[in-house]
């Protein structure tokens, strides 16, 4: 796969998305009915299809170059990315102080995980397995070899708080919908959504800083991996508020980066199904 020309790749991967367009009729309802949920008659409906083509690309071209970056040196990695606003990272660490890494299925997250590891620190990313074996072995040994561990997203709790203490930043993606006994509601693109508190857990507990960070890319031969500015932990006597203006924020700077790019985020993902799952359900 090495030997075939990047171009030949992304010219296969364009074919296969419009093909899964047609085919994928479930998903791509999903996708239809996030979309029109997060813009609603603001966006025309072309451009809708013309971003949920680009999530199929989008996710082709992570999976492959997650195959590619098999064996890859470091090098070799950091030459696929650029970042913005590293003094943040940078700052952070020098501060001694724990590091929350927040982000979403958005752009190449796979590679941005690694640039950073590659770069900057181990991580330790939560996560479940994939549900096939032999894609999540090469998963599991692209990211291990930059020094990227998984913590199982079952009982994850207890392994974060270790990695914290021991000054391993901790990895969390948070776009997705949680059980509403895992989830805080929140305000995501005008509607109610559940967010997982986890990051918000934690930084209570251990002082970590929680920084933002998402990759994207306007060609997909290079990404540009951005730091946000910590989300503050403010601290009063209502502990339950605290938390849930920490869970809003990171909602709100997710929505923001979508905003931004929107054709760079995994719409096929039953985002509102807590609380719009009949509109999931309709075909």
Do not use: C
């Not at 660490?93 to 724990?98: T, W």
Request: aromatic share 8%; charged share 30%; glycine share 4%.
């Amino acid at each position: 796969m090495r030997l075939i020309p990047w171009s030949v790749h992304l010219t296969t991967i364009g074919l296969f998305s419009r093909l899964a367009v047609r085919i994928d009729r479930r998903r791509t309802h999903v996708a239809r009915v996030n979309l029109d949920l997060a813009f609603g008659d603001s966006m025309p409906p072309e451009e809708k299809e013309r971003i949920i083509r680009r999530t199929y690309e989008n996710l082709m071209v992570v999976a492959l170059d997650t195959i590619l970056n098999q064996g890859a040196s470091r090098e070799e990695i950091l030459k696929k990315v650029s970042f913005q606003n590293e003094k943040i990272l940078e700052e952070a660490l020098q501060s001694g102080r724990p590091i929350i890494f927040l982000t979403a299925h958005y752009g190449n997250w796979e590679l941005g995980t690694l640039a950073i590891a590659a770069r900057f620190t181990p991580i330790r990313v939560v996560g479940r397995p994939l549900d096939w074996t032999w894609a999540d072995r090469i998963l599991r040994s692209t990211r291990e070899q930059f020094g990227v561990e998984m913590i199982p997203k079952r009982h994850a709790m207890k392994p974060m708080l270790r990695s914290l203490k021991e000054r391993i930043p901790v990895g969390l993606v948070v776009d997705q919908n949680t059980a509403a006994k895992d989830g805080l509601l929140v305000d995501f693109f005008g509607h109610p959504a559940r967010h997982t508190p986890a990051a918000a857990l934690l930084a209570r507990k251990t002082d970590a800083l929680v920084i933002p960070v998402y990759s994207e890319s306007t060609d997909y031969h290079h990404w540009t991996v951005t730091f946000h500015e910590p989300i503050p932990m403010e601290k009063s006597d209502d502990v339950d508020e605290d938390i849930r203006r920490h869970v809003q924020a990171q909602a709100d700077i997710t929505e923001k980066v979508i905003r931004h790019k929107p054709d760079e985020w995994f719409w096929l993902h039953q985002r509102w199904k807590n609380q719009f799952e009949e509109r999931y359900r309709a075909s």
